[in-house]
């Protein structure tokens, strides 16, 4: 700590306006802790022209003015008087002091602690003599020592209100220290207790935080000390974890040297063996040659010197000649030689392990479990909207509506169909206070019904009612986006999937990119480029969230990107071919829930599952003349895939056993056109983008027309081409709008 002749050679520090550069003149503390002149804060108030507040000319806090915009208001910075008081015995020995009596500047002076003033060699004497002043402590400033200058600090406050009064109480009402004229006048009334006491408790409550800030420091070093030690611990396993990483890569590799070595020993050995074969062939071959070309000369000879007489003669070597080239011409090509082919088939199905399960894993985990912590799961496709719901308004006299509304607990609702047939339904049921009440219930068929109230098993008067149930209409309440390639612009988008923040985030094929907006439409951000690097796109199409992931199918890169949710790029799987960890021309994507990605691989007609890290897990073939699988969705215990070849909805079991289809070409109810991506919405229904129809059609899961929702034209509020679909918390559906480059918000 600075000792205190230290801090007095220093003090000009401290007694400074940051604004004037000089001395302070009536210091006043502003709320953020920094001291100013009262004529310096009240020229800012001035040039600002701003009443009630006040900007801190170091900090640019804004601090509200008490009472009425009086500046005087802010409380006076009591330390620094004190240094102010102190100054001018630092000061001396170079310009002398100010007697506080007749103002006479000396170098000989004295300071009497107890009037807090300064005295010079004059009026000492006169001081002095005054019997009330017997007492006083008065010392001349050339005796001063370190505790003297400290008790000039620690000297009483005086009250800013009356002069020469010491602050004695503290008022807790106006929470400020006041003299005895101020405890008689403006505080007249209010609770006071002694400044000292005040001062105790308070320095007390700050001992008490001071301590416990201490020991939140302490334990604080304690951790970092822990952390420090962590980080050696997690270095020293790292290192290790290389290590046996290496060991095990070393010996997989020296295994596969080994058996390197042992077919190439094979194929030496083959070598070798296949040549001596040859060469003897060769030599066999040579030889009957030369015994050829003798024969052939000899018979030359015969020829040439033998009449036609000697030649119809019997001839033995002739007849010999003429018989081996009957006996060649039989024998055809059978003396075409064998060659022994050399292939070397290697191991596929050790290659696809190493390559997609790796030669092992790397696992981190917390060594301490922390209370509540637990794993969430993404919402996939479980939320939807509602479809078909009736809506039946049954009106009753005000004294009945009296007691349904006391009894409304006890109300049930029976639905009769024409055919006879009871559905006991619970309703919900509300009142609407004008003598109605609104019934909202799922019905088991649409047509006309008839609605019975009961009240503790007693119908209610006017009751039943013949009510005619009408089919759920949808309507467009949101659309965003429009033609361009602009951030919030879209260019033909494609997918759609929301996240558990109701975040939107869009494939555009136009754009090469995938685009995040909140759920009224306002742009996040982009990524994402053409090309076929990491992190660009060719014909982005499928998108779903997975917990923080975001996933794309890449279609003219064949591939399958994943990235963060802030749009960096983590990893890819795939790769052009018909192998089963390859796709072609991908195109819908989903997640089921296992966390598996299901891809719609269109090139090698198969929806292809892999694990979350792109490891390929199986296959599923679809059934049909004219396949063409789009997109690929799990609801409950069944898969639904859209199949654009033959224009239906094809509906498999877990294990990928072909159940129904439902679903022909056409544009009537039910009949498709190229149907597109899939969704379910809360109310179980199915919902499919009848993409070539321009509309969305909704369907029970076995395959009942349910409804639909058809404007096709490119205003507000219509649909050209559809193509996927996803449903908000709220239940409100997204369609991406095709060829109108927009996305729309349905309810």
Same mark, same amino acid.
Not at 294 to 303: A, F, L, Q, S, Y
Not at 569 to 581: P, V
């Given at each position: ?85 102190? &100054?001018?015995?630092?000061? !001396? ?30 009026? &000492? ?45 503290? !008022? ?6 006041? !003299? ?11 609770? @006071?207790?002694? &400044? ?75 070598? /070798? ?31 040439? /010197? ?48 190493? @390559?997609?399960?790796?030669?092992? !894993? ?108 009408? *089919? ?222 321009? /509309? ?24 050209? *081409? ?5 449903? &908000? ?19």
């Amino acid at each position: 700590m600075m000792d205190i002749k230290t801090f007095l050679d220093n003090i000009h520090e401290h007694v400074c306006c940051p604004v004037c550069k000089t001395r302070f003149t009536n210091p006043k503390q502003l709320p953020c802790l920094h001291s100013f002149c009262l004529h310096c804060l009240q020229r800012i108030q001035q040039s600002c022209g701003i009443r009630d507040t006040i900007s801190c000319p170091e900090c640019r806090r804004n601090s509200r003015i008490p009472g009425n915009g009086d500046l005087n208001a802010f409380p006076t910075n009591f330390n620094v008087n004190s240094l102010l008081d102190a &100054l001018p015995v630092t000061e !001396c020995n170079t310009s002398g002091i100010k007697c506080g009596n007749c103002e006479k500047t000396s170098g000989e002076s004295a300071y009497c602690f107890t009037c807090c003033s300064f005295w010079c060699g004059d009026c &000492l004497p006169l001081h002095n003599g005054l019997r009330s002043n017997k007492e006083h402590h008065v010392l001349a400033l050339k005796d001063f020592r370190d505790e003297d200058f400290e008790n000039i600090l620690k000297q009483p406050t005086l009250c800013g209100k009356h002069e020469k009064k010491k602050l004695k109480f503290f !008022c807790q009402e106006c929470k400020i220290a006041i !003299c005895n004229a101020c405890a008689l006048t403006d505080h007249e009334g209010h609770a @006071k207790i002694v &400044l000292e006491d005040a001062a105790k408790e308070r320095k007390s409550i700050v001992n008490a935080a001071i301590e416990s800030k201490k020991r939140r420091a302490q334990e604080k070093m304690t951790r970092t000390a822990k952390i420090d030690e962590n980080c050696i611990s997690i270095q020293e396993q790292a290192a290790r974890v290389k290590s046996d990483v290496q060991h095990f890569a070393d010996s997989f590799i020296a295994a596969i040297e080994a058996q390197k070595k042992h077919i190439f020993d094979e194929v030496e050995n083959k070598l /070798r063996e296949s040549l001596q074969l040859l060469g003897e062939q060769r030599h066999e071959i040579e030889e009957d040659v030369k015994m050829q070309e003798t024969e052939i000369e000899k018979t030359e000879m015969i020829v040439k /010197r033998s009449t036609n007489a000697q030649i119809m003669q019997p001839h033995e070597f002739l007849d010999k000649i003429v018989l081996e080239k009957a006996e060649e011409e039989d024998s055809g090509n059978s003396n075409i030689e064998e060659v022994v082919a050399f292939v070397f088939k290697g191991n596929e199905k050790l290659f696809d392990v190493l @390559k997609f399960q790796h030669i092992g !894993c790397f696992e981190s985990f917390i060594t301490k479990t922390i209370p509540k912590d637990s794993s969430a799961e993404g919402k996939g496709i479980r939320e939807g909207t509602v479809g078909l719901k009736a809506e039946i308004v049954v009106t009753t006299r005000n004294t009945q509506r009296e007691q349904c509304h006391q009894e409304l607990d006890c109300v049930t609702l029976k639905i009769e169909t024409r055919e006879g047939r009871d559905s006991a339904i619970k309703p919900q049921i509300q009142d609407n206070k004008d003598g109605t009440y609104k019934i909202d219930y799922f019905p088991k068929q649409i047509g006309t019904c008839q609605a019975s109230v009961k009240v503790n098993g007693e119908h209610v008067r006017g009751s039943p009612f013949e009510v005619q149930v009408k *089919r759920r209409q949808f309507r467009p309440v949101l659309s965003f986006g429009e033609q361009g390639s602009d951030a919030g612009m879209l260019s033909k988008p494609w997918g759609v999937a929301v996240n558990d923040k109701d975040e939107i985030a869009v494939s555009e094929v136009g754009n090469h990119r995938v685009q995040i907006f909140t759920s009224n439409g306002t742009h996040l951000r982009s990524f994402g480029k053409k090309g076929n690097q990491q992190g660009e796109f060719d014909f982005p199409a499928g998108i779903a969230f997975h917990n923080d992931k975001i996933i794309v199918t890449d279609t003219m890169n064949h591939r399958v990107q994943l990235f963060s949710d802030e749009g960096h790029y983590l990893n890819q799987f795939g790769g052009k071919g018909s192998r089963d960890h390859q796709l072609q021309f991908p195109h819908g994507l989903s997640i089921d829930s296992d966390g598996n990605i299901m891809v719609a691989d269109k090139g090698n007609k198969l929806i292809k599952i892999f694990s979350r890290d792109g490891r390929f897990l199986r296959s599923i073939r679809t059934e049909g003349s004219s396949i063409f699988p789009f997109h690929c969705i799990q609801h409950e215990n069944f898969l639904i895939l859209s199949d654009r070849g033959d224009h239906c909805i094809k509906v498999f079991n877990r294990e990928g056993k072909f159940l129904y289809k439902f679903g022909k070409q056409g544009k009537g109810d039910g009949e498709f056109d190229c149907p597109s991506c899939l969704s379910v919405d809360r109310a179980g229904h199915l919902l499919v983008c009848d993409t070539g129809n321009d /509309r969305v059609q909704v369907f029970k899961l076995s395959g009942e027309f349910v409804t639909k929702f058809r404007v096709s034209g490119t205003r507000p509020g219509k649909i050209t *081409r559809p193509v996927s679909t996803a449903v &908000l918390s709220d239940g409100k559906i997204i369609v991406t709008d095709f060829n109108n480059h927009r996305v729309q918000i349905w309810e």
